[in-house]
């Protein structure tokens, strides 16, 4: 069974600074992942996702992500962080050739400094 | 279009009791899936529902159940509640064509409180 490791519970950046976000997944295949982040009472969305071609994946408000098979992992990234961005970030796994049910990591809050 | 809708956004009930919560997926999309997040487990899948039948289960209790009307609006239904059941309960749906992906578009949950 897939499962998905995030190692940081909480992460603190200055507005301005960049932001990496750590995602592990452990897959036998090649997953199919996404990035989701879900504001105070908001349902969750998508980021971006990955299932095959470039590596470098470019999701919406400015987000980008990185599939590295080597180091079975997906890390999410963007070069200058906003006060907006200011959420719980979910790093997901799903298999192909099913219904692509995601499995959820335990998720990453982000606080963003003035 | 209009988005996921789930009512109704809070709700409190007592051990024992039993509480049906509804989703309206977005116009058009057939499949409606449950997540149940809390702190201690995370978001974890509950079921989907493609016209009117379950396609998948998650590792629930069979105190967990739903169903899919033929307007494809859903339901769960969690019957003697328990403490632990107390979460935010999303709702997600997608025109949930077969064996390919379909973007997921979520509500913006039922938070449960169980006392």
């Known amino acids: 069974a897939q499962s998905v490791t995030q190692p940081d519970i909480h992460i603190t950046v200055s507005e301005g600074a960049s932001l990496e976000l750590r995602c592990n997944y452990s897959y036998g295949a090649t997953p199919y992942l996404f990035w989701y982040v879900q504001s105070p009472g908001q349902g969750l969305q998508l980021l971006l996702k990955?299932?095959?071609?470039?590596?470098l994946v470019q999701g919406i408000k400015g987000f980008e992500a990185e599939f590295k098979r080597s180091q079975s992992s997906f890390n999410l990234r963007k070069p200058s962080v906003h006060w907006s961005d200011a959420a719980e970030y979910f790093c997901a796994v799903a298999t192909s050739g099913g219904s692509y049910i995601p499995t959820f990591g335990r998720g990453t809050s982000l606080i963003v400094h003035p | 279009k209009a988005g996921v809708t789930q009512t109704p956004r809070y709700l409190i009930k007592t051990r024992g009791q039993q509480v049906t919560l509804s989703c309206s997926p977005i116009?058009?999309?057939?499949?409606v899936s449950w997540y149940q997040q809390t702190p201690g487990q995370g978001l974890q899948f509950l079921f989907e529902y493609f016209s009117e039948t379950q396609r998948n289960k998650g590792n629930f209790p069979g105190r967990f159940s739903g169903r899919q009307f033929s307007n494809s609006r859903s339901e769960m239904n969690v019957s003697t509640l328990e403490l632990g059941d107390s979460a935010l309960y999303l709702c997600a749906s997608s025109s949930g064509q077969g064996g390919t992906y379909n973007e997921q578009f979520f509500g913006p949950g039922t938070r449960l409180t169980v006392l």
């Open positions: 990955y299932f095959s071609g470039d590596t």
């Open positions: 116009s058009g999309h057939r499949s």
